[in-house]
């Protein structure tokens, strides 16, 4: 894959990732140039303002128009856990609440929906990818890839997208992309140092205390069957611990919703 970076130091204090980003105008996909290419240190982020083929969970497309939503990936190359790839979905899910949270200063009502996005007003602002490349039966390094969509037109999240929204349309104003990475990227160093220090249950926990549809009813939908339930807890795998009359499930591949909405209350 043929790509052209510019570097940016974006002057942060950071532990784990590396202060120079790497950004490009345009790229396949972030993720996809990370999995390729074994060049870059731990902790190298890129950011892309426009992907071409941008991956999403299941293997669908994620896109995004030029210059509109925060498109970046991060390497990890030094990993705390070779075996056990959830962890840092949660963990990027926690850290783009919490940087959303601080620029936000209560303006816009975030929430976390199992297993990988952010809601804002209940519905989908970010996207998660976490990827890995093995070596033998062994991670040899993981790619973290976030979309977070930030000036987006309201009008853009029509048909088959309106179950999505961006900044822009919850506030009604454009917002400057990298001021919302840099808060980003400050949570995410936070959250990897911890995880380093720590071990995943305190990232397993600040998830749980900021997802409002734990202790509630909902409804899984594992593709094959629903099941209906209390969102008891996560395992100590990052799966979902439903509740149902007869016993306790654990899902690691669903699609939850709240059981009495008949709205939308999230999507994958
Ligand atoms: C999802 O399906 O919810 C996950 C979407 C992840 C999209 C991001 S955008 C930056 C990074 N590069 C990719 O190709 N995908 C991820």
């Not at 669908?60 to 959830?86: G, I």
């Not at 963990?91 to 620029?103: Q, S």
């Not at 039966?137 to 088959?160: D, H, L, R, W, Y």
């Not at 909902?218 to 969102?231: C, E, K």
Request: glycine share 8%; net charge neutral; aromatic share 8%.
């Amino acid at each position: 894959m043929q790509s052209d970076f510019n570097t940016l130091n974006l002057l942060l204090d950071l532990k784990i990732l590396q202060p120079q980003i790497l950004h490009a105008e345009q790229i396949n996909s972030t993720n996809t140039y990370f999995l390729q290419n074994r060049s870059h240190p731990n902790g190298t982020v890129l950011l892309a303002d426009y992907q071409t083929g941008g991956k999403g969970r299941h293997g669908r497309v994620w896109h995004s128009p030029p210059e509109q939503a925060l498109l970046f990936s991060v390497l990890l190359t030094e990993l705390y856990n070779r075996a056990f790839l959830h962890v840092y979905t949660f963990l990027a899910a926690v850290a783009v609440y919490e940087g959303l949270e601080l620029l936000g200063r209560g303006a816009f009502k975030l929430d976390l929906k199992w297993p990988n996005d952010v809601l804002l007003e209940g519905r989908k602002l970010c996207g998660i990818l976490v990827q890995n490349r093995l070596v033998g039966n062994e991670m040899s390094q993981i790619v973290i890839g976030t979309g977070i969509n930030v000036n987006q037109p309201a009008n853009f999240f029509i048909g088959e997208l309106s179950q999505g929204t961006s900044l822009n349309a919850v506030l009604g104003k454009s917002m400057d992309r990298i001021e919302v990475l840099k808060q980003v990227l400050v949570a995410l160093d936070r959250w990897l140092f911890i995880l380093g220090d720590s071990g995943e249950t305190a990232i397993f926990n600040r998830w749980k205390a900021i997802c409002s549809s734990i202790g509630k009813k909902v409804l899984v939908n594992d593709g094959q069957q629903i099941y209906a339930g209390t969102f008891k807890d996560l395992s100590n795998q990052g799966g979902l611990v439903l509740e149902t009359e007869d016993r306790c499930r654990v899902f690691y591949a669903a699609d939850v919703t709240l059981a009495k909405e008949t709205s939308y209350v999230g999507c994958d």
